[in-house]
């Protein structure tokens, strides 16, 4: 008599068995499979989204802030716009600007920028001459605020400079490297209580020292808007043992216009020569006039060092 015993089926307990093995086998297949393409998927690459250009807006006037953010101001139609200097800006589908065109008053290309976003934020930006040639390189935090720029020639990095801010998001310090990241100088910020700019400081490196070889301070109206900005710099006497800031350039602004005036001096920190000039708004020169004197300026700045 035959005592083999029937299971599910009619199988066998063996066949049994060897059955259930073969379903779980599918079915642990099956399940490996699609864990693997879940996987898979952060790492495939993704087709590349390419931004549209839905319009494009013409501007006369363009301006930096303290922040290092890019204004556009005094929109213009396209008719004016070609026979005059304008900006054109190109938005895509997002109503970001990804591309910025400078135009001289004959619609000559005179440079352009290439924009790309990150999650939506501004990230880098390349601009070039209007002959394709990269200038500058330049990338921003996720606050869109500029954090590094890259000056180039002929395609080599020429230098870059680092940008710090404070807790309000204005500019604290830059840092001037050479392309082989050795500092070459820094520049330090500071603001009054209005959130201002009133004075840059230029240092130079001298060891683990520096020195402020120059600095520029601004003064503003009681509108707010900025009426002149000086320049200092350091000068040594003949001996070395005393040194003075000396005023060698003074922009005043005026609704006529910008009046630069640089100043030169003798080794005696005289006087020699004063010339200025006037610009409009666009930064044409309007008119150049000579002034030659032989007194020291009544805005010279000077400190005594003990050598």
């Given amino acids: 008599m035959n005592h083999e015993q029937y299971g599910l089926l009619g199988l066998s307990y063996k066949g049994t068995l060897l059955w259930g093995l073969l379903v779980s086998l599918v079915v642990l297949t099956f399940i490996f499979s699609c864990n693997s ?117 002929h395609g080599q990095l020429l230098k870059y400079v680092d940008f710090t801010y404070d807790k309000k998001g204005y500019k604290k310090k830059e840092k001037h490297y050479r392309s082989d990241e050795v500092l070459e100088l820094f520049k330090t910020f500071k603001y009054n209580d209005k959130n201002q700019l009133i004075q840059v400081d230029t240092h130079l490196p001298q060891g683990r020292k520096s020195i402020v070889h120059q600095y520029v301070v601004y003064r503003y109206n009681d509108k707010g808007v900025k009426k002149k900005e000086r320049y200092y710099a350091l000068r040594y006497s003949p001996n070395g043992k005393s040194q003075k800031y000396l005023l060698i350039k003074e922009n005043t602004y005026t609704p006529k216009g910008i009046q630069v005036t640089v100043i030169q001096y003798d080794q005696n920190s005289k006087v020699l020569k004063k010339d200025k000039y006037l610009y409009n708004a666009q930064g044409e020169e309007i008119k150049p006039v000579a002034e030659r004197s032989g007194d020291t300026d009544e805005n010279l700045k000077s400190i005594e060092s003990k050598g």
């Fill in 37 to 153: 393409n879940k996987l898979e998927d952060p790492i495939r690459p993704k087709k590349k989204i390419e931004s549209i250009v839905t319009q494009v807006k013409y501007y006369k006037n363009y301006r930096v802030d303290e922040k290092g953010l890019s204004h556009y101001t005094e929109p213009i139609k396209k008719e004016k716009a070609l026979t005059s200097l304008h900006y054109r800006l190109h938005y895509d589908q997002n109503n970001h600007v990804i591309k910025e065109e400078e135009y001289d008053e004959k619609g000559r290309l005179k440079r352009y920028s290439n924009i790309s976003y990150q999650n939506g934020m501004k990230f880098h930006e390349e601009v070039y001459t209007g002959s394709n040639d990269l200038i500058f390189s330049r990338y921003y935090d996720s606050k869109e605020i500029l954090a590094k720029e890259e000056k180039y020639s």
